[in-house]
């Protein structure tokens, strides 16, 4: 499908955006392993969240609306076939952790673009565990009682952190995880919740072997890398909409700081708990841009799904932005350095690829142009943002596949536009 973009000087309204994708997909698995039935409201409406349920419900697990009927921890029953993760990293990866620890073994698999990104670096802690792992195709478990293990991440994960964590709910004594910049932790949140043994101290999350874990009864917070999109559209056009009930768990909202740094104003308000995170409406005050982009080392790590977004945004800055350590973006559903610096320069920005990032020049004048998405949810949104701000129409080659993420993502466009 072709999306057509026109410009506009104003938005206007409210809306919601879809379920926060990381807390989905951990409540469908958590959920799935709970000692009786789970309620949850407000799951992510894209595909990648499609493809866990679709997992879980191979293995055994009755998935019905809001109702999550856990089995319990040994209640997984082996799948007919290979277990379809299709374009979503994060059901493969947190799935090979929970499985690597059954007593039977699973094939995982994946569309094109999922076949081609790195597993080593989840198999390399699971095999330390005692697990049988093979890859490609990935195919995990089949020998039980895995050991707990200390793993020193090497670069920061959420998908390799939860992996662990999951293997260690099965594996004798404390397995435990170090990283060197703290990734999202819905995961360590809900088992915390779930009666878990889940130990948090700075850098590093521990978990005990678990003989059962409580249901939950939640309401799934809205996506802020959803959120983000329109973060920067509304900053561009200056323009006060309200994005409410969005996740603002610290550990995903470095993006919103890092804008506030360069003189926007962003404000979280009504703030409460849903699910133990904490949630927030997204406001907006009068941007006063003084300078570009400069990110790199944690920062670049701790919005790493943002930063598609953030290119957008340095385009029309009034200086050179750079954008460094984000090589951890050449192996997401595409390369997105790549991505984004093709689509961007179709359509006039001064921007150049480095090894891990970019520079942009700014500001520069957008024009309308022909894009390609490559299949890629968060490209073929971030390049509709840049539309919003270029002359004449923009046209995005593939951009079905915001269904991924946020299937109403064009909707909303047309409504707030
Ligand atoms: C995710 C973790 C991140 C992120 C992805 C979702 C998660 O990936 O980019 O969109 O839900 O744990 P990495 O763990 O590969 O950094």
Not at 39 to 50: E, I, P
Not at 256 to 266: E, F, K, Q, V
């Amino acid at each position: 499908m072709i999306a057509t973009v026109r410009p506009v000087r104003h938005l206007e309204g409210a809306i919601r955006v879809p379920g926060d994708k990381s807390i989905s997909h951990r409540a469908l698995i958590l959920g799935s392993i709970a000692s009786g039935v789970s309620k949850v409201r407000g799951l992510s409406t894209g595909a990648d969240v499609q493809s866990t349920a679709s997992c879980m419900r191979a293995l055994g697990v009755e998935i019905e609306g809001s109702s999550i009927g856990g089995v319990g921890m040994t209640g997984l029953r082996a799948a007919e076939g290979p277990l379809d993760c299709a374009n979503s990293g994060t059901t493969m990866r947190l799935l090979a952790g929970l499985l690597a620890a059954q007593p039977f073994e699973s094939e995982l698999a994946g569309d094109e673009s999922l076949s081609t990104r790195p597993m080593d670096r989840v198999m390399g802690p699971l095999r330390e565990m005692g697990a049988a792992v093979a890859w490609p195709p990935l195919k995990v478990g089949g020998r039980t009682r895995l050991r707990g293990i200390d793993y020193e991440a090497a670069s920061p994960s959420a998908q390799v952190k939860s992996a662990i964590l999951l293997a260690g709910l099965y594996a004798d004594g404390t397995t435990s995880v170090r990283e060197t910049v703290k990734t999202r932790d819905h995961t360590e949140v809900m088992l915390a919740a779930m009666g878990a043994n889940v130990m948090v101290d700075g850098l590093r999350v521990a978990v005990e072997r678990a003989e059962s874990l409580r249901p939950f009864d939640i309401d799934v917070p809205g996506d802020f890398s959803a959120a983000a999109f329109w973060i920067v559209a509304a900053v561009l056009a200056n323009s006060r909409i309200r994005l409410a009930g969005v996740g603002v768990n610290p550990t995903r909202t470095a993006f919103a700081h890092t804008l506030n740094d360069l003189g926007c104003d962003i404000r979280i308000t009504n703030p409460r708990l849903e699910a133990n995170e904490p949630v927030g409406d997204i406001a907006f005050g009068l941007t006063h841009f003084q300078r570009p982009v400069t990110v790199g080392g944690t920062r670049t790590a701790e919005m790493i799904d943002e930063l598609p977004a953030l290119a957008v945004l340095a385009t029309q800055m009034i200086g050179t932005s750079v954008i460094a350590d984000a090589s951890e973006l050449r192996v997401k559903e595409c390369d997105r350095l790549d991505a984004m610096a093709e689509g961007l320069s179709a359509m006039g920005a001064d921007i150049s690829v480095e090894e891990d990032g970019w520079i942009i020049k700014g500001p520069c004048r957008l024009e309308g142009a022909r894009v390609d998405s490559r299949g890629d949810h968060r490209i073929a949104m971030s390049l509709a943002i840049a539309g919003l701000f270029a002359a004449g129409k923009t046209e995005i080659e593939g951009a079905e596949c915001v269904d991924i993420s946020y299937p109403d993502f064009f909707d909303h466009l047309e409504y707030l536009a």
